[in-house]
């Protein structure tokens, strides 16, 4: 059984070296195919990362009427960490509240001389609401307003960035939807060359498949050549995508930082190029082989 596998493998590695002019330009094309689908995972990441820094940012603003109390202030946060659908609650005292303001303006003459001549504090204590899921706001802004918090609650506010998210969103779906429309049309046109690469092989040798199946030899040691030959497409594709997109996201990584400082694109590639190439070599592999499977399983019916 060694020897047929060595065989099978031998035969298979002479038809690429043979036909090396046509297996060149199934590899190219395979390769845009990988290059595409390996965009797409990258362009997933970035997406990905960039939609949920900007949901960290949305949040509910819940503003307090100046007579209530601190313990009832403590009181509703306590009841909106029991919601299922509230991730944190943070409350921000009028003494908070004025330090912060401070923070933001450090050098505003203008504002520094307004505080001072007010005298008070005029911030008002208020609680920081933060959902799971952006789609959960609304639930939980119908909550705050029910008319038995009207006595303690002056305002309740949506944070603009969920009109960002939203847009945000609808881009990233767009964009993924474009990328696996366009996988899936260079998949196929790899697909079609793979086939009429195989094909051609298949013609080139009909005369030694001819002595092979006059000799007693199975359709499973006349097709095994030409389904090495489809894994050899897809492993030497998914290796040049990978070593293509080095430089690519090096150059681009710095950039990527700038738009989204937490997003080390860079790092996320190296740290994970093993399971990047690993995504190619089963993509690649998977139209390489399965190309070559249906088209001798044709010729040989036929």
Known sequence: MLTTF?????????????????????ILVLLLAVIVFESLILFGVVGQKAISLVQDK?????????????????????????????????????D??????????PSDSDIA????EIGDNPLRASLNIKAFNP?????????????????IIETVSYNQNQLVIDRLAKIMDVGRQA??????ILAVVASIVSFNTILLA????????????????????????????????GVFSALAGVI????????????????????????????NIFAIFGYNLLFAVLIGVVSSFVVVRRYLRG
């Open 6 to 26: 060595y065989r099978i493998v031998k035969y298979g590695i002479q038809n690429f070296s043979r036909n090396y002019l046509v297996s060149i330009a199934t």
């Open 58 to 94: 949305i949040d509910i603003s819940v503003d307090f009427r100046e007579t209530v109390s601190e313990d009832e202030m403590l009181n509703l946060k306590s009841s909106l960490e029991t919601l299922t659908e509230v991730k944190e609650v943070e409350y921000v005292s009028r």
């Open 96 to 105: 908070e509240a004025l330090v912060r303001f401070k923070d933001r303006h």
């Open 113 to 116: 001389k307004a505080l001072e």
């Open 135 to 151: 789609n959960d706001y609304s639930s939980i802004a119908s909550y705050l307003n029910n008319e038995s918090l009207s006595g």
């Open 179 to 184: 990328g696996f429309l366009l996988t899936v």
């Open 202 to 233: 298949i013609y080139s040798s009909k005369d030694e498949i001819g002595i092979m199946r006059l000799v007693g030899a199975s359709n499973m040691f006349i097709r095994g050549p030409y389904i090495v030959v489809g894994a050899i497409y």
């Open 244 to 271: 293509l997109t080095i430089p690519f996201v090096y150059f681009v990584s710095p950039y990527v930082s700038i738009l989204i400082p937490e997003m080390n694109l860079w790092g996320y590639f190296t740290g």
